[in-house]
């Protein structure tokens, strides 16, 4: 891992990173992260008694929509020509609640991680926002990177942390 911070031009202002010599290759990454609920909350989401409708469902496709505009949300983040984004979410009764798991993929010169964290993060966001008028307690977890492949610094995966490279 860098030492330096590579959005800080040398005078320390921000700067978007020039990725023009860097190569195209494959990239993914996934991310995760959770919210957790009264075990009464996800029961009416399971059974689809929301009054705002198909909490997981809209929860996906809003997640999907996020990743496509990251570059809108966050400042010094690349357009990206995104190849694929999916969203899963599945319940988790031990939490209770849902768990949100989106992964991203391109072939382009910069990374799709902060693509697949802004998936989740909207996608719990969703969640929060549909079930809120019966859970205001609900709570939004463990947003993480869980994996990215790709680009000069290799494979990485949450479970190895930063020294180990992966032989992916």
Same mark, same amino acid.
């Given at each position: 891992?860098?030492?330096?911070?590579?959005?800080?031009?040398?005078?320390?202002?921000?700067?978007?990173?020039?990725?023009?010599?860097?190569?195209?290759?494959?990239?993914?990454?996934?991310?995760?992260?959770?919210?957790?609920?009264?075990?009464?909350?996800?029961?009416?989401?399971?059974?689809?008694?929301?009054? !705002?409708?198909?909490?997981?469902?809209?929860?996906?496709?809003?997640?999907?929509?996020?990743?496509? !505009?990251?570059?809108?949300?966050?400042?010094?983040?690349?357009?990206?020509?995104?190849?694929?984004?999916?969203?899963?979410?599945?319940?988790?009764?031990?939490?209770?609640?849902?768990?949100?798991?989106?992964?991203?993929?391109?072939?382009?010169?910069?990374?799709?991680?902060?693509?697949?964290?802004?998936?989740?993060?909207?996608?719990?966001?969703?969640?929060?926002?549909?079930?809120?008028?019966?859970?205001?307690?609900?709570?939004?977890?463990?947003?993480?990177?869980?994996?990215?492949?790709?680009?000069?610094?290799?494979?990485?995966?949450?479970?190895?942390?930063?020294?180990?490279?992966?032989?992916?």
């Amino acid at each position: 891992m860098s030492t330096r911070l590579t959005h800080l031009s040398p005078d320390g202002t921000a700067r978007m990173v020039d990725v023009s010599g860097k190569s195209v290759t494959s990239r993914t990454a996934t991310a995760s992260g959770s919210v957790s609920m009264e075990a009464s909350t996800l029961d009416l989401i399971l059974a689809g008694d929301m009054k !705002k409708g198909d909490v997981i469902g809209t929860a996906r496709l809003a997640g999907i929509m996020a990743a496509k !505009k990251t570059h809108y949300l966050i400042p010094l983040c690349h357009p990206l020509a995104l190849t694929n984004v999916s969203v899963e979410i599945q319940p988790d009764r031990k939490l209770p609640g849902l768990r949100v798991t989106a992964s991203a993929g391109l072939d382009g010169k910069t990374g799709v991680e902060m693509e697949a964290l802004t998936a989740v993060a909207i996608a719990c966001l969703t969640i929060y926002d549909m079930a809120k008028a019966v859970d205001r307690s609900m709570r939004i977890t463990d947003i993480r990177l869980e994996e990215k492949t790709g680009g000069r610094s290799g494979s990485w995966r949450a479970d190895q942390g930063d020294d180990e490279p992966s032989s992916r």
